[in-house]
């Protein structure tokens, strides 16, 4: 089983930030995911989660990551774990390490596109709970 860690990051007024992966991407290129990727040996998923938001987008949440759900996913080989955290950074922040794009989109248009396995269902989900309603 592969490891991913991704991240809900949440701006000040409640947009998510999204990544469309390129058509390079090993796995579901042309798609939509959340800023993400393996765990590497020896990190823990939330070191994980840090360094791949880091790397693919040149942010930090406020504060701590907090882990939302853990997502295993058999017919894929993967178990996907889920941070969330708020930013204070704004669109102009964001530098784009990986992927055709990486924006914030407004709570109401983030289900409006094709998503990696899995992620669908758990955006949905993070938006109606209570750890969004805290972040925003």
Do not use: H
């Not at 947009?15 to 796995?27: E, F, G, S, T």
């Amino acid at each position: 089983m592969l490891l991913i860690a991704c991240t809900f990051v949440v701006d000040r007024d409640g947009a998510l930030l999204l990544q469309l992966r390129d058509d390079k991407a090993p796995y579901f290129p042309d798609v939509w995911g959340l800023p993400g990727g393996a765990i590497e040996a020896g990190e823990t998923p939330e070191q994980g989660a840090a360094r791949e938001l880091w790397e693919e987008t040149r942010l930090r949440v406020d504060g701590r990551l907090r882990l939302f759900a853990r997502q295993e996913l058999p017919e894929q080989q993967r178990v996907k774990n889920y941070f969330y955290g708020a930013t204070s950074a704004r669109q102009e922040d964001v530098v784009l390490g990986e992927g055709a794009a990486m924006v914030f989109v407004p709570a109401a248009e983030v289900l409006d596109r094709p998503f990696t396995p899995g992620s669908a269902e758990m955006i949905e989900r993070f938006l109606r709970s209570r750890e969004y309603a805290s972040l925003t």
